[in-house]
T-cell receptor, first 111, second 120 residues
Framework: LAKTTQPISMDSYEGQEVNITCSHN???????ITWYQQFPSQGPRFIIQ???TKVTNEVASLFIPADRKSSTLSLPRVSLSDTAVYYC????????????FGAGTRLFVKA | GAGVSQTPSNKVTEKGKYVELRCDPI?????LYWYRQSLGQGPEFLIY????????DSGLPNDRFFAVRPEGSVSTLKIQRTERGDSAVYLC??????????????????FGPGTRLTVL
């Protein structure tokens, strides 16, 4: 069973705020939530990580409700260069380092 | 500083041949991961090294796949008797190792550009 569920794809326009929500109903107490971004022909790149409430960095914000069963990646004022696949990851398999990527969310930003 | 590098960037081989894919991690990173990514899919975990030892090789699909990291730095993924289904991008990532307070799932991974393997 997949540990996370995300929309397969999303479309947006330049300058808009984009919110991508990830469901992780079986999140464990020690699990952190991590988001990666991947451009074509490149490896994934770390965006942001959080445990609860809200985390913000220079790239994005991550909102995590109290029950932690979901999280929302927020990208402010997207540009064409934000077109990529975004992956939500939770914890490690069995509490270890085995990292499970889902299919991700393909964000397409239009002019 | 230098990121994770992988060589070759592209490898074309024939069915049945043996291939080696190399990963140079970021200096000082004790953890190293290998993944395989097919078109339209997310990266698929293959193996994780902590130092020289394979701490988790549960993602290796079969015994044709093997990986080593003899000195705890460079790693080589080896595929014997390649099959057409092995065609994919092979990604390597490295990290500092156990993250906050030793919790593994805070470990930020830095990925290389990948090696595109094509088996004809």
């Amino acid at each position: 069973l997949a540990k996370t569920t995300q929309p397969i794809s999303m479309d947006s326009y330049e300058g808009q705020e984009v919110n991508i929500t990830c469901s992780h109903n079986n999140i464990a107490t020690n699990d952190y939530i991590t988001w990666y971004q991947q451009f074509p022909s490149q490896g994934p790149r770390f965006i942001i990580q959080g445990y609860k409430t809200k985390v913000t960095n220079e790239v994005a914000s991550l909102f995590i409700p109290a029950d932690r069963k979901s999280s929302t990646l927020s990208l402010p004022r997207v540009s064409l260069s934000d077109t990529a696949v975004y992956y939500c990851l939770v914890g490690g398999e069995g509490g270890g380092f085995k990292t499970i990527f889902g299919a991700g969310t393909r964000l397409f930003v239009k002019a | 500083g230098a990121g994770v590098s992988q060589t070759p960037s592209n490898k074309v081989t024939e069915k049945g041949k043996y291939v080696e894919l190399r990963c140079d991690p970021i200096s000082g990173h004790t953890a190293l991961y290998w993944y395989r990514q097919s078109l339209g899919q997310g990266p698929e975990f293959l193996i994780y090294f902590q130092g020289t030892g394979a701490a988790d090789d549960s993602g290796l699909p079969n015994d044709r796949f093997f990986a080593v990291r003899p000195e705890g730095s460079v790693s080589t993924l080896k595929i014997q008797r390649t099959e057409r289904g092995d065609s994919a991008v092979y990604l390597c990532a490295s990290s500092l190792g156990p993250g906050l307070a030793g919790v593994p799932n805070t470990d930020t991974q830095y990925f290389g550009p990948g090696t595109r393997l094509t088996v004809l």
